[in-house]
């Protein structure tokens, strides 16, 4: 087979050819690239140009591809450029230690502390044994940072679900060195986090209220009845008429 005989060929004829043979090629190849590289591949006396350059490193992995009308599911090898992410870094070098909630009694949190952050506290507490601490301000219902509760950490890189067992308050984590006598050195500081209630909310807002559900009067707006209550009156309506009490 020639060149012009690849070329009448469309790109999902190609590939197929080339799995027939089991030649990998780049999902990012172009129709002519392919041609080129299977001229190499099968027929080496038909080429007449060099195979594209294969200069990254490539692994192969399965893709379970469905194949329409068939309703089959099948193997196929593709071709995975590693290069084509960047590596996720282990550390960013920053200070930094941030509060998420996740329902109301525990809130997630993840730091980094730099060595530099670290040498800087030691030298404020000037105590050596002093360790790395998370400390975990209650800010509701407080204008000082007055209620709080430590917990010891054993790396400068991690993460923690903080158990604070009160819903719907406020909370702020500092990370940090305690010293052997309790004194803090504060080396960041996270967001606010609000845990939040632990039923149904309880706020009955005008704003909420649709135009179908306000009532005006001459004494002024007046709160709409639930629903569960409307249908209970609907209910109680239909079942006295059915017994002839009204309209006599």
């Known amino acids: 087979m020639n060149r012009q005989e690849l070329e009448i060929k469309n790109i999902a004829a190609l590939r197929a050819l080339a799995k027939?043979?089991?030649?990998?090629?780049?999902?990012s190849m172009r129709k002519s690239e392919i041609i080129s590289f299977l001229l190499g591949s099968l027929w080496p006396e038909e080429k007449k140009e060099t195979a594209p350059s294969m200069?990254?490193?490539?692994?192969?992995?399965?893709?379970?591809?469905?194949?329409a009308g068939e309703g089959v599911k099948q193997k196929e090898k593709v071709d995975v450029d590693v290069w084509a992410y960047p590596e996720i870094p282990m550390?960013?070098?920053?200070?930094?230690?941030?509060?998420?909630?996740r329902d109301p009694w525990w809130?997630?949190?993840?730091?980094?502390?730099?060595?530099?952050?670290?040498?800087?506290?030691?030298?404020?507490?000037?105590?050596?044994?002093?360790?790395?601490?998370?400390?975990?301000?209650d800010l509701s219902g407080q204008t000082d940072l007055d209620r709080f509760w430590d917990i010891d950490i054993f790396h400068r890189i991690g993460n923690w679900y903080v158990d604070v067992g009160q819903p719907d308050r406020s909370f702020l984590i500092d990370i940090g060195l305690k010293s052997r006598s309790g004194a803090f050195a504060t080396i960041a500081r996270s967001n606010s986090a609000h845990t939040p209630p632990a039923g149904p909310s309880d706020r009955l807002d005008e704003e909420w209220w649709t135009r179908e559900e306000s009532v005006a009067s001459d004494e002024g707006r007046r709160l709409p009845l639930e629903p569960l209550e409307q249908r209970r009156q609907a209910i109680s309506a239909t079942s006295l008429f059915s017994q002839g009490l009204f309209g006599k």
């Not at 027939?20 to 999902?27: E, F, Q, T, W």
């Not at 044994?129 to 998370?134: G, H, I, N, P, Y």
Request: aromatic share 8%; charged share 25%.
């Open 20 to 27: 027939v043979h089991s030649i990998r090629l780049r999902p």
């Open 55 to 67: 200069e990254k490193e490539a692994v192969t992995v399965s893709k379970m591809t469905e194949h």
């Open 91 to 101: 550390e960013y070098g920053i200070n930094q230690v941030v509060a998420l909630v």
């Open 107 to 137: 809130i997630f949190s993840y730091w980094e502390v730099t060595p530099g952050g670290i040498d800087v506290a030691h030298r404020t507490l000037a105590d050596p044994e002093s360790r790395l601490t998370l400390r975990v301000y």
